[in-house]
């Protein structure tokens, strides 16, 4: 369902350097590239990164940067927005199919439906949707700005969020507004098992437990901070406690070993004994492929011109309200 061509170069993986690093490194001055990730990459592929961020703060670097090509170590959702706001500059992703299940639980053609029977509604669509779901909202928000679009809505209208049911349900309890929610959810937050979660709590009762929004209410109601991936960085920098049990992708616990190196970071356990609390789309990206993403300029994000126009519109309003 992307909108975009190409598919990875695989013959050309017999062609990569040694030291990914210096190659990198190269690359990016060769083309005046910027590398932007997200905290659920592969810790290599943060080592490397220009900027590592949230989805918010990715949409604001993609907004503000000088540079002549985004390389986005991220899904395709945000490496589309990157485009979005970036219509006249090269943005690779290094592999093309890593989607997000949220994102592909809202298909255009059945979300037009059900918004369609709503005429009246604000539509505030999470960032975590594709471009032709953006093109049909009013605003866009991320899970660091969500309470904050919502609450500046006007109380007269009715609103449709989508399409996470999850992230949905935490905004209305914290905004005590009524919303339309889209049954989309992420795979990954889904997975977390509350028997488990409390048993580690047991096991470590001085241990915080801090969550990502996407979780289920019944995660999220254990949560002593609930935040978007910046904020849960942010919060153990500062908080006096010493230990984390971190529901939300594991990738992120690269970064918080060190931004706070003497604290202990406990993955929050899945409901079977898999890995399934790793992304499986965030971590199709590697560091070979980011490399020959960048040799070759490709795969490259293409969209239709008239999605990019109108969804333009509403990630700009967002990142007005969110100033
Ligand atoms: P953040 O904006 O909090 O980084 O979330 C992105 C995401 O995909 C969470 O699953
Ligand atoms: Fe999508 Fe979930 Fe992966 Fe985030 S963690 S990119 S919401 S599937």
């Not at 090509?69 to 927005?81: D, L, Q, R, S, W």
């Not at 996470?164 to 349900?169: A, F, I, Q, S, T």
């Not at 977390?192 to 999220?220: D, G, M, Y």
Request: proline share 6%; glycine share 2%; with cysteine.
């Amino acid at each position: 369902m992307f909108t975009t061509t190409l598919s990875h170069p695989s013959p050309q993986f017999n062609q990569i350097p040694n030291d990914l690093f210096t190659a990198i490194n190269q690359l990016k001055k060769e083309l005046n590239a910027v590398i932007l990730a997200h905290y659920y990459q592969y810790p290599d592929i943060q080592d490397i990164a220009d900027f590592l961020g949230d989805s918010l703060s990715l949409s604001q670097q993609a907004a503000s940067t000088n540079a002549d090509v985004i390389v986005f170590a991220g899904v395709h959702f945000m490496a589309e927005t990157a485009k979005i706001l970036n219509p006249d500059k090269l943005v690779l992703l290094p592999d093309l199919e890593a989607g997000c299940s949220l994102a592909d639980s809202c298909h255009p053609d059945i979300f037009a439906q059900f918004k369609a029977q709503y005429p009246d509604c604000i539509v505030v669509s999470y960032i975590n949707c594709s471009a032709a779901i953006k093109a049909m909202s009013d605003i866009i928000c991320t899970s660091s700005n969500a309470v904050k679009i919502v609450k500046q809505l006007p109380k007269d209208r009715p609103i449709i969020f989508a399409p996470d049911r999850n992230l949905g349900k935490y905004v209305m309890e914290q905004t005590g507004r009524e919303l339309i929610l889209w049954q989309g959810s992420c795979i990954v937050h889904e997975i977390f098992s509350e028997r488990k979660l409390i048993q580690l709590k047991i096991e470590n009762p001085r241990a915080e437990i801090i969550a990502h929004p996407e979780c289920e209410t019944a995660v999220l109601r254990h949560a002593d901070y609930i935040g978007s991936t910046t904020a849960l960085l942010k919060y153990c920098q500062q908080s006096s406690s010493n230990e984390f049990i971190v529901a939300t992708e594991p990738g992120i616990i690269h970064q918080m070993e060190k931004v706070a190196s003497t604290k202990h970071f406990i993955p929050a356990p899945a409901m079977n004994n898999c890995a399934c609390n790793e992304c499986p789309h965030m971590r199709l990206n590697t560091l070979e492929k980011l490399y020959l993403a960048m040799k070759f300029k490709q795969p490259e994000i293409i969209l239709d011109t008239s999605i990019m126009i109108a969804a333009l519109r509403p990630i700009q309003k967002m990142l007005e309200l969110s100033r």
